[in-house]
């Protein structure tokens, strides 16, 4: 719980990255088509591009895109579209928001309030 992560490859049993989110993690999860993985750090939202097994690269953990303060308390958890390409967030302070992934000319992000009991 303290924000430390190893990226590990179990099958050739060999570590690909170690990095530190510098804040305990609240949520994960990754995209249906294992192309994406979702990071939540309190109220802060990082998506990473999962990292390649075939080759070495430098830095394996991709920064895709990143979100700050999308809500008020912190995010507690995180759902992917079937087809990866929105993802919801949701939150103690009883909203959930749908993002996209990839810019989409028009959208704009929505949000899923008046829920009177926590999200599980």
Do not use: Q
Request: hydrophobic fraction near 45%; charge should be positive.
């Amino acid at each position: 719980m303290d924000g430390f992560a190893l990226v590990i490859n179990f099958l050739k049993k060999v570590v690909i990255a170690h990095f530190n989110f510098k804040a305990p993690v609240t949520a994960f999860g990754y995209s249906p088509d294992s192309r994406f993985f979702l990071v939540a750090t309190g109220k802060k939202v990082k998506i990473f591009e999962t990292p390649s097994v075939t080759h070495k690269v430098y830095s394996p953990m991709v920064l895709y895109k990143k979100y700050a303060n999308l809500h008020t308390e912190d995010v507690i958890g995180v759902a992917w579209t079937t087809d990866s390409r929105f993802f919801l967030t949701w939150s103690d302070d009883l909203t959930m928001k749908m993002m996209s992934l990839h810019k989409i000319e028009g959208y704009l992000p929505f949000t899923f309030g008046g829920h009177k009991k926590p999200i599980i």
